[in-house]
């Protein structure tokens, strides 16, 4: 895990930025995410540049240093994440005669690269985001993983493209374009997050998700290019077989479960676990301890409003933990910590969420313990249908489809009357609810798209709106999809996850220099469990607590009712708040405040 930066001045001529200067300002504002060490390397021509911060996990030693290049010089790579499977694509490297200088995973991409040339990331198992440079082709290779774990974000800044694991590493070192991006403000009014491919700059893009882009000396060839669409991969497992009994079920969950958590305790310093009182994380945990070679350690984070409340997470947590024999910790977090860390947490949010303050404050006290990789069990809810969007938005589309011919103007009539009395969600019923992209867009929406204008400049409003054009994109995500578990999931995984919830594990993470690992967000697992995700009998997260147990988990776990892992912010921040809708409004304007001023 590490923070990376890339400049590539393609066009003669362009700009007047020194491509070493401006990576020192990457890596400067980069420090927290790599702070064993950093590195430079720029072309002799002085128009390509790389940059590295280093946190250290495989392969410590000196060897593993980036950015790294090959024996000949002809390639250098940049690499943030973790290679999962290094040693096995190592392994079979070494067969048709390669020799390595290191230990480490970095050095694979490399070898992988010349074998396979862009190809190269159908082979990989992990989380990730490089920047490979090819002096024989003149031409820069971005890529990043399938599920966006490892975020990357480019400007093609007047000839010059310039690269970083972070916004604002790219705004600290200079981008000439800042002017808004209308989509990108309109989404975070819209859902509490900003949807990839935006941000809040017209000058910068995310590398989408499981896409790869090639920038030669004419500049960018085309778009990125997807290689692997996780909304296809679950398209793709309605063609499963239906007759599998619950005991293959459970043979090929149990499988996939203990293989993903053995490639996700790869590392060469010791691996903990978040432990919370929810199944995902308690799972983890029981399969995890069967792969340490230590014992395992575990840390559970609580706050003095939630003792003796449903929320308080500690007493069940260190009910497991001692079963298990983990070496467990508790840390407890007062309101006026979270107040005094509020400067740091507004500063380490790379680009704004509503969310990430409980991944940041758990983080910190995992890093002050002395822990540098930590698995979390973010992934499990979505994929395994753990929220009430499962339920709600099949049951939105089914009440509103008959509605759909007169459904703005049903809106326009009905949103005055609610909007005193209820949600303006109801009114967008009518408008929105009779397809699955539009009843998701309600369920997670903070703010509805009609309420834009006021809280925007109407016209940028109008053009965000435009530009994000919603509905059709989210209705694109899951076109064809007939099983409305599936469309669901897929909608979950694709814009709540990757959005919100992997971004906010990278920079609240990162700010601690601490390395999360989701194993319920892995490829290879993720391809096998979408295919056993069709008897609707089953409870598929107790069915995941059941093989990670061994058939017999602790009671308690199973009987729990779900409640998240959620921080008394309410109270805390926005004391006046009387639901859960008004208090996230607010924080959310309090948030947007922070970046626009």
Same mark, same amino acid.
Request: proline share 6%; with cysteine; hydrophobic share 45%.
């Given at each position: 895990m590490c923070g990376i930066g890339a400049i590539f001045r393609y066009k003669d001529h362009a700009g007047h930025d020194d491509p070493a200067s401006w990576l020192e300002k990457v890596n400067a504002r980069q420090r927290p995410r790599g702070p064993d060490g950093e590195g430079l390397w720029v072309s002799q021509d002085r128009t390509v540049g790389l940059g590295h911060r280093r946190l250290a996990i495989i392969d410590l030693s000196p060897a593993g240093h980036q950015p790294m290049g090959s024996d000949d010089g002809l390639l250098w790579v940049t690499y943030n994440g973790e290679i999962y499977n290094y040693k096995n694509l190592r392994a079979a490297l070494e067969g048709q005669g390669v020799r390595f200088r290191s230990h480490s995973d970095t050095e694979v991409l490399l070898h992988l690269y010349r074998r396979y040339g862009k190809r190269m990331v159908e082979h990989l198992r992990g989380m990730y985001a490089f920047a490979l440079w090819d002096a024989q082709k003149e031409g820069l290779l971005l890529a990043r993983d399938p599920f966006g774990i490892k975020p990357l974000y480019y400007a093609d800044d007047a000839g010059t493209l310039k690269v970083a694991s972070q916004v604002k590493a790219l705004l600290a070192a200079g981008v000439s374009d800042t002017s808004p991006e209308p989509a990108g403000h309109a989404g975070f009014f819209l859902w509490g997050w900003v949807p990839e491919p935006f941000t809040l700059y017209r000058s910068i893009r995310a590398l989408p998700a499981g896409s790869a882009l090639w920038v030669s000396r004419g500049g960018p060839v085309g778009e990125p290019e997807t290689y692997c669409d996780v909304g296809r991969i679950i398209a793709g497992s309605e063609n499963s077989p239906l007759s599998m009994s619950r005991r293959k079920v459970r043979e090929t969950l149990g499988e996939a479960l203990k293989e993903t958590m053995r490639y996700h305790m790869v590392a060469d310093v010791p691996v903990g676990v978040f432990l919370s009182a929810g199944l995902d994380s308690t799972s983890l945990a029981a399969l995890a301890t069967r792969c340490a070679h230590l014992p395992l350690r575990t840390f559970t984070l609580g706050f003095d409003e939630f003792r003796g409340k449903l929320d308080d997470e500690t007493p069940l947590a260190e009910m497991v933990a001692r079963r298990l024999g983990t070496c467990h910790e508790t840390g407890w977090v007062s309101k006026k910590e979270l107040m005094d860390d509020l400067p740091?947490?507004?500063?380490?949010? @790379?680009?704004?969420?509503?969310?990430?303050? #409980?991944?940041?404050?758990?983080?910190?006290?995992?890093?002050?313990?002395?822990?540098?990789?930590?698995?979390?069990?973010?992934?499990?809810?979505?994929?395994? %249908?753990? =929220?009430?969007?499962?339920?709600?938005?099949?049951?939105?589309?089914?009440?509103?489809?008959?509605?759909?011919?007169?459904?703005?103007?049903?809106?326009?009539?009905?949103?005055?009357?609610?909007?005193?009395?209820?949600?303006?969600? =109801?009114?967008?019923?009518?408008? =929105?609810? %009779?397809?699955?992209?539009?009843? $998701?867009?309600?369920?997670?929406?903070? $703010?509805?798209?009609?309420?834009?204008?006021?809280?925007?400049? +109407?016209?940028?409003?109008?053009?965000?709106?435009?530009?994000? #054009?919603?509905?059709?994109?989210?209705?694109?995500?899951?076109?064809?999809?007939?099983?409305?578990?599936?469309?669901?999931?897929?909608?979950?995984?694709?814009? $709540?996850?990757?959005?919100?919830?992997?971004?906010?594990?990278?920079?609240?993470?990162?700010?601690?220099?601490?390395?999360?690992?989701?194993?319920?967000? @892995?490829?290879?697992?993720?391809?096998?469990?979408?295919?056993?995700?069709?008897?609707?009998?089953?409870?598929?997260?107790?069915?995941?607590?059941?093989?990670?147990?061994? %058939? #017999?988990? +602790?009671? +308690?776990?199973?009987?729990?009712?779900?409640?998240?892992?959620?921080?008394?912010?309410?109270?805390?921040?926005?004391?006046?708040?009387?639901?859960? %809708?008004?208090?996230?409004?607010?924080?959310?304007?309090?948030? =947007?405040?922070?970046?626009?001023?």
């Open positions: 740091r947490i507004f500063d380490a949010m @790379d680009q704004p969420s509503i969310d990430g303050i #409980n991944t940041f404050l758990v983080s910190k006290g995992a890093a002050e313990r002395g822990l540098k990789v930590v698995l979390s069990g973010l992934g499990g809810d979505e994929l395994l %249908g753990g =929220y009430p969007s499962f339920r709600h938005v099949p049951l939105i589309v089914k009440v509103a489809k008959p509605f759909a011919s007169v459904g703005s103007l049903a809106r326009a009539v009905a949103e005055p009357v609610l909007r005193r009395v209820a949600s303006p969600k =109801y009114a967008g019923i009518f408008e =929105y609810g %009779g397809s699955f992209g539009g009843a $998701y867009l309600l369920r997670r929406a903070v $703010y509805v798209p009609w309420e834009l204008p006021r809280l925007m400049d +109407p016209e940028m409003a109008h053009q965000g709106w435009q530009r994000l #054009n919603a509905v059709e994109a989210l209705n694109r995500t899951i076109d064809e999809m007939a099983d409305p578990f599936h469309a669901v999931s897929a909608l979950e995984v694709t814009q $709540y996850m990757r959005n919100m919830l992997l971004r906010d594990s990278d920079w609240a993470g990162m700010a601690h220099s601490l390395e999360i690992r989701v194993p319920f967000v @892995d490829v290879a697992f993720f391809k096998t469990v979408v295919g056993l995700l069709r008897a609707k009998a089953l409870n598929y997260k107790q069915l995941v607590a059941r093989c990670a147990w061994d %058939g #017999n988990p +602790p009671e +308690p776990l199973l009987h729990r009712a779900k409640t998240g892992f959620a921080v008394p912010i309410a109270e805390w921040l926005t004391p006046n708040a009387r639901t859960v %809708g008004s208090w996230r409004r607010g924080w959310l304007k309090h948030v =947007y405040r922070a970046f626009v001023t």
